[in-house]
């Protein structure tokens, strides 16, 4: 009798060991990166997150490393200068996100909209790079944690003069545009141009030599407002198009 109870525990110690790390639950992507000009109002990217048990996990998210590499007149490498982060999980949001550095929320075994872990950056036209990465675990099993990191790189924006030289340079047609679309470059330098829609995720890049042009496929794009950013040396400008059908 005695060897039978001993036989069920430690049966059960090691049932309860395997279980220790096993994935509960993921994460659609573990490495989220954008870039956009420094003027846009703000980068918005997230993870969607799915519960793979019958039951709702309480969960932590912590904020492992931030690293910042400003641009020029940004501030030191230690500084966030005027950027400001927000953070939104399944439960909570926290506006601004500067010094949040974890907190706690319940992702339910049903699916929802809401099952996203949403991190934003409002540049406030400071160029750089910033690199954020978290850790989400389940709070009663740290060893089964899921990483996420999100690479925000805002870029320097022309002068107001600058922009309407280079916006100036680029022909666009048809605007509004159906299936396709074409660009020109009209001055005698090159041009890299890169199609990006309105959250900020790159369709399509490419370059432009002097007095060239280029016809975009837009088939495969949704109708909306997409925008043509455009480099010249250190110079950006935005040109925007519609896509409808």
Known sequence: MFKSKLMLTLLSLLTLGGLAGAQTFTVSQTYVTATKPASFFVFYNYVQLENLTSDTLHLRWVKTETLVNPGAGHGSSNEMGDWVTSILDPNNSYDPANAIDSADFYLLPEASSTDKFIFHLFPNLQAGNLVVKFKIFPVNDPAAAQFVTFDFTATPVATASEESVLN????VYPNPAGSEFTVSNLSETEKQIWLVDAQGRVQE?????????RQIAAEGLSSGFYYL?????????????IIHR
Not at 231 to 239: A, M, P, T
């Open 205 to 213: 890049g490419f370059l432009l030599r002097k007095n060239e042009s």
């Open 168 to 171: 100036q340079q680029l022909a």
């Open 229 to 241: 950013k455009i480099r010249e040396g250190q110079q950006y400008g935005l040109h925007k198009i």
